[in-house]
């Protein structure tokens, strides 16, 4: 399938309080951002007309530009609204969204204080992230070239564009040897992330996965923990090093984009994805297409109650 470029679509794009044409949000090539990383962003998706956990995904950006120091000019209500209404305008009630905020070009060296903050919106159709038929017998995870920094070198918390640099790396190797994506590592050497979604293990019905100490704590993740609690599953927050992965039956990983995919594959060591796995993807997809609560740990405990 031919790529569509994403600077040559139809549609808006809501850039700074206003909706300019898809093709004119542009910005100058001494843009700080594009010269040293100064951005951060969210990846959201609308179901059925409204936004899942909008309003988390609004707080994380407003932290992450927070922890890269500078503040985003506009309230967070506003840009609830916003995404909201860039999808509207764009006639798309089921797609990824995608706010960014980033430092301008009014000064170009590390000091960024005289930088001006831009905001921008952008909706765009986005079916699954793994295709269909790799669904029922999990995707092919390599290990990736890179480890996750520590919390004390970099602002992991943070969903911030330099710190997918890393990603972009180990995900094109992956792909390249015929993987789906690769597992980051911590700098001790402990299973951190895939390059866009938090891991997940099942060993005798029981849930394990990292501790998010160093990579982004996802809103899928902490969504689908509150599910399976909810189920009666008990899931443990921990340290797991890769020599643990030959006792775990069942793989999966969660995320926005990636909602919750099975994985059948790390680096040769295989899964078979299982009932458990499936049953929480089921959930997770049934979950964020309810009118919503006021938190997802609080919809997921609604649903598992209405639904166990
Ligand atoms: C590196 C990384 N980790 C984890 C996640 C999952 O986060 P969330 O569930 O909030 O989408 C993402 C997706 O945005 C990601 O890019």
Same mark, same amino acid.
């Not at 926005?256 to 009932?275: C, H, K, M």
């Not at 458990?276 to 919809?299: C, D, H, I, N, W």
């Given at each position: 399938?031919?790529?569509?470029p994403?600077?040559?679509?139809d549609?808006?794009?809501? +850039? !700074? ?11 100058h090539?001494? /843009? ?8 951060? +962003? ?30 985003i ?32 070009a ?13 905001t ?50 180990s ?16 700098? !001790? ?25 160093c +990579?982004? !704590? ?28 030959p ?13 919750? /995919? ?43 109650g209405?639904?166990?």
């Amino acid at each position: 399938m031919a790529l569509i470029p994403f600077d040559d679509r139809d549609g808006w794009i809501w +850039f !700074d309080g206003r909706f300019v044409p898809w093709r004119e949000a542009k910005i100058h090539i001494l /843009t700080h951002a594009l010269h040293y990383g100064s951005a951060v +962003f969210e990846g959201e998706r609308m179901y059925d007309g409204r936004v899942f956990a909008l309003s988390e995904h609004t707080e994380r950006l407003f932290a992450s530009a927070t922890m890269l120091d500078f503040a985003i000019p506009f309230q967070q209500a506003e840009i609830d609204q916003a995404c909201t209404e860039t999808c509207a305008r764009n006639g798309l009630p089921d797609c990824y969204v995608r706010p960014i905020a980033w430092r301008g070009a009014e000064q170009l060296s590390v000091s960024a204080r005289e930088t001006r903050i831009h905001t921008a919106i952008a909706v765009w159709e986005w079916p699954k992230y793994f295709d269909e038929a790799k669904f029922a017998r999990g995707i092919r995870l390599c290990w990736a070239q890179y480890r996750r920094p520590p919390a004390n070198a970099a602002p992991t918390g943070a969903k911030a564009v330099g710190l997918y640099m890393i990603c972009t790396v180990s995900k094109n190797i992956a792909e390249r040897t015929g993987f789906d994506d690769a597992l980051m590592l911590d700098s !001790d050497g402990n299973i951190a992330e895939t390059t866009g979604a938090n891991v997940f293990f099942v060993r005798d019905g029981a849930i394990h996965t990292p501790v998010a100490d160093c +990579f982004l !704590d996802g809103i899928t993740r902490r969504t689908v923990i509150g599910l399976a609690r909810a189920s009666g599953v008990t899931v443990t927050e921990r340290k797991i090093a890769p020599a643990e992965l030959p006792t775990f039956s069942e793989c999966f990983v969660t995320g926005t984009a990636a909602e919750v /995919t099975p994985v059948g594959e790390i680096a040769g060591q295989t899964f078979t994805p299982g009932e458990l796995t499936f049953r929480l993807a089921e959930v997770y997809g049934a979950l964020v297409r309810k009118p919503q609560q006021p938190s997802p740990t609080a919809r997921a405990t609604e649903l598992a109650g209405v639904d166990a």
